[in-house]
């Protein structure tokens, strides 16, 4: 596929890849958030796993919402602290049809809150659950840039799986690695803040349909509604600057990242995001 998208919604449907809808947060309007997210053409959200301890409470606002799907995981600041959980079961967790993919997994090690050994270890249990399942991993990585290219090699070598790196902010180098081995691209609100040049730079190298939005709500609203919770109808920001960018109409891509998004969480029907 072409840099260059010719062909375009007459209205803009955008998903947000990576949201927390059972957090706190939102505990008293969610149904508000999922309304205004509809509202400002947002068709789908996904409501990621961070603790699979209260993955139940996460299944049911896919369950609850038709626009709303889940995913299974622990993520690495919960690595030491939730019950031990290797592939088989998360491999079980995600046969329900509403969720579709494996994580938030990964390494931070700007913060450490879990030991690096049981966030490898962590890690290659939900790499092993993704290559079962066929469903996209949804990488989390802060300042560990490569042992994450480590560990996707050295698994990808075992067995192929596919996924993305999620709220995208290290440079190029893993940006090429993570492409080279099939995987996508996902930006987050910070893509509009004044400190990302850097961060654009690399955005503008990544080929357009190897990318996605996400908000990562409640955290890190783009501008302008920054310093404000973030919520999934405000990725329409993160769009229209990653649309700047790359040279192409907001609608555009809306379009595009959808496909993209469809494409890699192929479990997802595309009348969930594109109507019958």
């Known amino acids: 596929m072409s840099e260059t998208v010719t062909s375009v919604l007459p209205k803009a449907v955008l998903v947000d890849s990576h949201c927390h809808l059972d957090f706190p947060d939102f505990a008293e309007e969610v149904d508000q958030v999922v309304a205004r997210a509809h509202d400002a053409g947002v068709g789908l959200m996904v409501t990621i796993s961070t603790k699979i301890s209260e993955f139940d409470r996460i299944l049911a606002l896919a369950e ?8 299974v995981g622990i993520h690495p600041h919960e690595a030491a602290t939730e019950p031990e959980t290797d592939a088989a079961r998360l491999i079980e967790l995600a046969k329900h049809p509403k969720v579709v993919g494996i994580g938030e997994t990964g390494f931070d090690y700007y913060y450490e809150h879990s030991p690096r050994e049981p966030q490898q270890r962590c890690f290659r249990a939900h790499i092993a659950a993704a290559r079962e399942t066929g469903l996209p991993l949804i990488v989390h990585t802060r300042d560990a840039d490569e042992d994450t290219a480590n560990i996707l090699s050295e698994e990808m070598g075992k067995g192929a799986f596919t996924g993305l790196l999620h709220c995208f902010t290290s440079g190029e180098k893993l940006a090429r690695h993570a492409l080279g081995l099939g995987f996508y691209i996902s930006l987050s609100g910070i893509l509009t803040f004044k400190s990302a040049a850097e961060l654009q730079v690399t955005a503008s190298h990544v080929p357009l349909d190897r990318l996605l939005v ?30 700047e960018i790359k040279g192409v109409s907001a609608e555009a891509l809306a379009l595009q990242t959808s496909e993209n ?3 890699l969480f192929s479990r997802v029907p595309r009348e969930a995001v594109f109507g019958s």
């Open 64 to 71: 609850r919402f038709p626009n709303v799907y889940c995913s």
């Open 214 to 243: 996400e908000t990562d709500a409640p955290y890190l609203a783009p501008v302008p509604k920054r310093g404000k919770r973030n919520e999934p109808s405000f990725v329409v920001h993160t769009a229209a600057k990653l649309a």
């Open 261 to 263: 998004f469809l494409r």
